[in-house]
Structure formats: structure tokens, C-alpha cells
């Protein structure tokens, strides 16, 4: 049997996006699959994908034509090409569509979505469905997503529920070297991550910030994460006397996040959120707004607030800081609901019995 050959491609890469794909490469070549990554190059330092075997082809996040006609000789003889997030999914079915061979498939998963509206919101729907009506196959990380895609026209739109592997550098809850870090020695330690965007809740974060500070000891709130957001928030944070620390991009935040007395998730949107994937799993209380793929993720193991909500999250994290006893069974809960998941290794099992089932879609009928 030859080597089955795939091609994983991404556009500007969310972080739930990235990681899956180097899983996925490490597990796919691990079980003698043939890998090709085209990414940013960008991403390739921070996620290493030739590190995990792969076998990497720079391409720009927006690359025009130029870059879907790389894609079109980078897509010559695979036998699936797999598409994350829509950008990479609108340039993969382009090269598809253009000369890459008509048998070649297209799986692409989806691990967000596009919170944009009027003409913007139009536009990127259209591309939904283009995309979705041009893929064999797509995997929705949540079940909301897969009916997204199925309104949106797609043949096959399946769960695909993306589960990446938990840090494996050894963590101890409550340390306190992380907490004299970052100042919460003797107050309470909230901790947030991700990316200083629109969409990310962190403006309503700040208004339960400014309703927490009467507490005493006021909790110090430690958000971990980079983006245009940044000098806003930080203006916010210095006009109205907020304590809150933005701390950049972080390669320890399983570290750091472990020594918080409360993981909070203020997200306008989410799938299969890394952070509060990261948090059940370490047993840290995790406070979250009940959108999208959220409460399908945590089940009853976290404290769910609607989105917009700022008194009611402020409310929610006072009340646990003052419950000991419900952030012990929130911990206890959080790791029963992180061991439904699929493991890393299901996941990559999963993700390839899909590409045997196309490329043997794909292969001619035997002569009789």
C-alpha cells in the first residue's frame, strides 16, 4: 500500500487551529503519514511543525494569487489536503479548483467563527458556503459549528471535536514562586488568556474588574495574551486604577494558570476554548460565558454567565472566592469532565480513518 500523503494548510492561524495542527502532524507521521504544513512562517516558530516531522511550506497569510498558485503545486499528488479556518479553506479549494487534480479531497475543519456583520458579515458567509459546498468533508469542533455548516450547504458536516495535548511541563497548583511573580502573594489570583482582541469579553472583564476592587484583599486579575487591543485595555486599566496586569504572550501559561485561584473566560464567542480545556484539566474553577460550544465543552463543571453580564461575572467570581467548598467541587468536576474528552490519540485516529475513507473514494474502481 502506498504512503498516504496529506497536506495540512492554514491561514493566520488561530491558537486552537495551530495546536491541532502540530498534534495532528506529530500523530499523523508517527503512524507513517506523509505530512506537508502550509503555514505563516511565523507559526512555524512558535509550534514547530517540522520539529513534529512535517515537512514545511512557507506561505503568507494572505497571499493572493501568488499564493494560491503555491498551494496548487504544493497540492500535486496528496491524497487529502485539509484546510483550518476559512481563509485557508477559500485559497486551499481555489488551488483545488484550479488544475491540483479534481480526485484530490478537501476536509476542512472548522474552529471558529466569523463574528463580523452587515456588508463584511455577507461577504464572509458567502465564503462559507463556497467553501463548504467545495469540501468532501467538514469537521465542526463543536456541534453548533457543524450546523453551521450544514445551513450553509456542506455535503458531510461532522463533529470533530478537537482535543490538544495538555502542557506536559509539570505544574503545581497554587505555586507560589508563579503567584510572588506576579504579585498575588497575599490576594487572590485571576488569571485570563488570549489573544488582546475584539470578541474576547475583556472590556466587560474590566467592568467586573472595577466592581471586584472593593473586596478586601482586592484579587489581582493577570491577563496573559497579545494583540491590538492592548493600549485600550491598558489606558482602562491605568485611567480607572484597575488591578489588572497584562502580561504579554506567555509559553508557561499551563504554569501560571495553575497557580490561579480562578480561570476566567469573558469570550463573546468560542468552540472548544483552549483555556478552559487547559483549566478542567488542572482542576482550576473556571468562571466562562455560556456561548457557542462552551457549556457542550464544561458540561457542569464550571460557573456559566451570560455574555455582556459584567455583574453577574463580578458576582460569580466574589461568591466563589468565598466559597471554598464550591471551587473544591468545581476542581473535582472540572477533571471528570476533562476525561470525556477524546484524547489527543482518539482525535488523530479520528481525523484519519476520514482521510482513508476519501482516498478510498478517491481510488479507481479495480478493471473487471
Given at each position: ?21 502540530r ?12 505530512v ?26 494572505r ?41 484530490t ?47 450553509r ?97 506567555r ?8 497557580a ?8 463573546r ?23 457557542g ?69 478517491a481510488?479507481p474502481?479495480?478493471?473487471?
Open positions: 500500500m502506498t504512503q498516504l500523503r496529506t497536506v495540512q494548510v492554514l491561514g493566520g492561524g488561530s491558537a486552537g487551529g495551530s495546536a491541532h495542527v498534534s495532528l502532524a506529530s500523530g499523523l507521521v508517527a503512524r507513517g503519514v506523509r506537508t504544513v502550509c503555514a505563516p512562517p511565523e507559526l512555524d516558530q512558535v509550534y514547530d511543525f517540522q520539529g513534529a516531522g512535517a515537512r514545511l511550506v512557507p506561505v503568507p497569510p497571499g493572493g494569487t501568488a499564493g494560491v498558485a503555491l498551494l496548487r503545486n504544493v497540492f500535486i499528488g496528496a491524497d487529502v489536503v485539509h484546510a483550518h479556518g476559512l481563509d485557508a479553506s477559500v485559497r486551499a479549494s481555489l488551488a483545488l479548483s484550479g488544475g491540483a487534480g479534481p480526485r479531497p478537501l476536509v476542512t475543519t472548522w474552529h471558529t467563527r466569523s463574528q463580523v456583520s452587515g456588508a463584511r458579515g455577507g461577504l464572509v458567509r458567502l465564503l462559507e458556503r463556497r467553501t463548504v459546498r467545495a469540501a468532501a468533508v467538514v469537521l465542526g469542533t463543536s456541534s453548533e459549528l457543524v450546523d453551521r455548516a450544514r445551513r450547504g456542506a455535503r458531510d458536516a461532522r463533529l470533530g471535536p478537537v482535543t490538544v495535548p495538555a502542557s506536559r511541563a509539570p505544574v503545581c497548583l497554587h505555586d507560589g514562586k508563579a503567584r510572588a511573580e506576579l504579585g498575588a502573594v497575599d490576594r487572590p489570583l485571576l488569571m485570563a488568556v488570549g489573544a488582546l482582541e475584539a470578541g474576547r469579553g475583556y472590556g466587560m472583564l474590566l467592568d467586573a474588574a472595577r466592581v471586584w476592587r472593593d473586596l478586601d484583599p482586592q484579587p489581582l486579575l493577570v491577563i496573559a495574551g497579545e494583540g491590538p487591543q492592548r493600549p485600550r485595555l491598558q489606558r482602562r486599566i491605568q485611567d480607572e486604577g484597575l488591578a489588572v496586569r497584562l502580561i504579554g504572550r509559553d508557561d501559561v499551563a504554569e501560571l494558570l495553575a490561579a485561584d480562578i480561570a476566567v473566560l469573558p469570550s464567542w468560542e468552540a472548544r476554548s483552549l483555556l478552559a480545556q487547559e483549566a478542567l484539566r488542572l482542576g482550576v474553577p473556571l468562571v466562562a460565558t455560556a456561548v460550544g462552551v457549556p457542550e465543552l464544561v458540561g457542569k463543571a464550571a460557573e456559566l454567565v451570560e455574555h455582556g453580564d459584567a455583574e453577574g461575572l463580578a458576582a460569580t467570581v466574589c461568591a466563589l472566592l468565598d466559597d471554598t467548598d464550591r471551587r473544591l467541587d468545581l476542581a473535582a468536576a472540572g477533571r471528570v469532565q476533562a476525561g470525556t474528552w477524546p484524547t489527543e490519540d482518539e482525535t488523530i485516529a479520528h481525523v484519519l480513518s476520514v482521510y482513508d475513507e476519501l482516498s478510498d473514494r481510488r474502481a479495480p478493471a473487471p
